[in-house]
Each structure stands twice: as structure tokens, then as C-alpha cells.
């Protein structure tokens, strides 16, 4: 779901458009398990994104490039760049697998992002942060009196998109841990 980029602009609040431009994967080896074993963890896959976002809120509409590093049932983290109203902008999703039930996916065909979950761990804990950096000093300001209201959003919207592709039944539960 998170690294769904091409279809953002379907659930994601005031993107208006999203699309990928170039996608990579790669495969490193994984490190050794212990000190005194030759055995080594499993590979680590990633998967490099270079994507275009849109995002407006009334008449103001702004499209920036973001790099999106994906590594496999961990994290998600998205650099923007080239934004004329961000000095900065980096999101982070950091993912903690959990046992449990499998969930059955609404649709039937799972969604491009679901091999993001472990087929043994089949949902997990998710962390979101943000940080960024307006260029303007009254986006600043404005941007301090509503942020956690768009945090807010922008989780409930990940949230809704798990439940219509994974639904919401029985004891899986999509809740989130509001902390500041």
C-alpha cells in the first residue's frame, strides 16, 4: 500500500497526481547471522523509485520529485526534490512485522504493493514521520497550526485504503496509535 505511489492520488488527501518514472529493484546479501557463523541472513531486496507527485489545495498546485527507497517488509522513506514550496520534504514509514492472521484481500488481485508483507507476518506495526521544511515563512506558520491534523488525515487515508484492499473484518484491526 505505501509504496502504491502510482495510485496516491486515488486515497492520499490534496495529492492530485502520482506517477512513477523509473523503478529498480536490487538484491544484496544479506549480513552474516552471528560472529562465529558462516550462515548469513537472508538477502535484502529494495526497490529504487524516482516518482512525480502533484499535490493542490484550492488554486495552489505544486508537482515535485520525489526518490522513494522501498527495502522489503522494513521501511519506506521518500526524499522530495526540485519543489518550489518545500526547502525540504522527507516522509519515513518503518514497518515491524506481526504474527497473526492472514488477511484475505478484498480484491483479487492484491494490490502492487502487498509484497511489501511478509507472506508468514501478514500485517504489522507501522511508524509514520515526516519532516520538512517550508520555503515561505507564512507556509511555515500556517503549516504549525495544521499539522496534526494533516498527519491525522494522511494516516486515516492508508488506513481506509488497507481496509478496502485487504478488508476490515473479523479481529483485524487497521487502528492507529496516536502519539505526538
Given at each position: 500500500?505505501?509504496?502504491?505511489?502510482?495510485?496516491?492520488?486515488?486515497?492520499?488527501?490534496?495529492?492530485?497526481?502520482?506517477?512513477?518514472?523509473?523503478?529498480?529493484?536490487?538484491?544484496?546479501?544479506?549480513?552474516?547471522?552471528?560472529?562465529?557463523?558462516?550462515?548469513?541472513?537472508?538477502?535484502?531486496?529494495?526497490?529504487?523509485?524516482?516518482?512525480?507527485?502533484?499535490?493542490?489545495?484550492?488554486?495552489?498546485?505544486?508537482?515535485?520529485?520525489?526518490?522513494?527507497?522501498?527495502?522489503?517488509?522494513?521501511?519506506?522513506?521518500?526524499?522530495?526534490?526540485?519543489?518550489?514550496?518545500?526547502?525540504?520534504?522527507?516522509?519515513?514509514?518503518?514497518?515491524?512485522?506481526?504474527?497473526?492472521?492472514k488477511p484475505t484481500p478484498a480484491?483479487?488481485?492484491?494490490?502492487?504493493?502487498?509484497?511489501?508483507?511478509?507472506?508468514?507476518?501478514?500485517?504489522?506495526?507501522?511508524?509514520?514521520?515526516?519532516?520538512?521544511?517550508?520555503?515561505?515563512?507564512?507556509?511555515?506558520?500556517?503549516?504549525?497550526?495544521?499539522?496534526?491534523?494533516?498527519?491525522?488525515?494522511?494516516?486515516?487515508?492508508?488506513?481506509?485504503?488497507?481496509?478496502?484492499?485487504?478488508?476490515?473484518?473479523?479481529?483485524?484491526?487497521?487502528?492507529l496509535d496516536r502519539r505526538s
Open positions: 500500500l505505501i509504496s502504491d505511489v502510482n495510485n496516491y492520488h486515488l486515497f492520499v488527501p490534496w495529492c492530485v497526481s502520482s506517477r512513477v518514472l523509473s523503478r529498480k529493484t536490487i538484491t544484496i546479501p544479506g549480513p552474516p547471522s552471528t560472529l562465529t557463523s558462516k550462515a548469513t541472513a537472508p538477502p535484502i531486496t529494495k526497490t529504487l523509485m524516482r516518482a512525480e507527485l502533484g499535490v493542490g489545495f484550492q488554486a495552489a498546485n505544486e508537482n515535485y520529485i520525489s526518490d522513494v527507497i522501498c527495502v522489503h517488509s522494513s521501511k519506506i522513506q521518500a526524499v522530495a526534490s526540485n519543489s518550489a514550496v518545500f526547502k525540504t520534504l522527507t516522509t519515513t514509514w518503518s514497518l515491524t512485522p506481526q504474527a497473526g492472521p480484491a483479487a488481485k492484491p494490490a502492487p504493493a502487498s509484497d511489501l508483507v511478509s507472506s508468514d507476518l501478514p500485517y504489522c506495526m507501522v511508524d509514520f514521520s515526516i519532516a520538512f521544511e517550508f520555503r515561505s515563512a507564512l507556509y511555515s506558520g500556517l503549516a504549525q497550526l495544521f499539522m496534526t491534523e494533516v498527519s491525522q488525515q494522511m494516516v486515516r487515508a492508508f488506513e481506509e485504503r488497507a481496509r478496502a484492499v485487504y478488508g476490515g473484518g473479523g479481529n483485524r484491526s487497521f487502528g
